[in-house]
């Protein structure tokens, strides 16, 4: 029982830390929820001209998850439900009302810690959408519904279960993107745009 709860409490905690909103305060750059999408994300750090602060928060986002899975696989508690929860920390930070980002970061990060061949397929299939189509949320999207299967096919039943949950969860949180998708309004990677929730 233990070590299905110690890794959901430590993983939520590290996953609900707001480096976005940390990062962009400390620079003086304001709230950044007050800024494009209002997304506490690496996308939306971006919008700020600050390239080092989109970095620093991707790295940032992306390595609490790793750390939460790394942290349990140490201590022998299930890795696969810390990475989860810190996922949905990110989402959900209790700190921030429970209104956070849309986790793509903190999952990859996650992949990479639980099972380094399944994050590395998860990345490259991002770079690949990304490559090919030019929208970033798509290439998300895809690299995130590919992990469960890999995941399944090499038999890690239990972490393909902990990817869905975060991947149904990464659906919803980009309902609006999927929503622009469909009518041709999502701005490509590199595009210039007024606001958009990426």
Known sequence: MLNTLLPLILGYLLGSVPFGLV????????????????????????????KDLALATLLLDGGKGAIAVLVA????????????????GHCFPVWLGFKGGKGV???????????????????????I??????YSSLAALLAALASPLILFTMGKASFAIAAAFMVVLIFIRHKSNIARLLKGEEPKIGAKKKEAAA
Not at 33 to 47: D, E, H, P
Not at 105 to 127: K, Q, R
Request: charged share 10%; proline share 3%; glycine share 14%.
């Open 105 to 127: 970061a903190t999952f990859l990060g996650t992949l990479l810690a639980l099972w380094f061949p399944a994050g590395a397929f998860a990345c490259a299939t991002w770079l």
């Open 73 to 88: 696989y140490q201590l022998h508690w299930r890795p696969e439900v810390a990475g989860a929860a810190a996922f949905l």
């Open 129 to 134: 959408g990304a490559f090919l189509f030019r």
């Open 23 to 50: 990062i962009t305060k400390m620079a003086g750059l304001g709230d950044i929820r007050k800024v494009g999408s209002g997304n506490i994300g690496a996308t939306n750090v971006l919008r700020t001209g600050r």
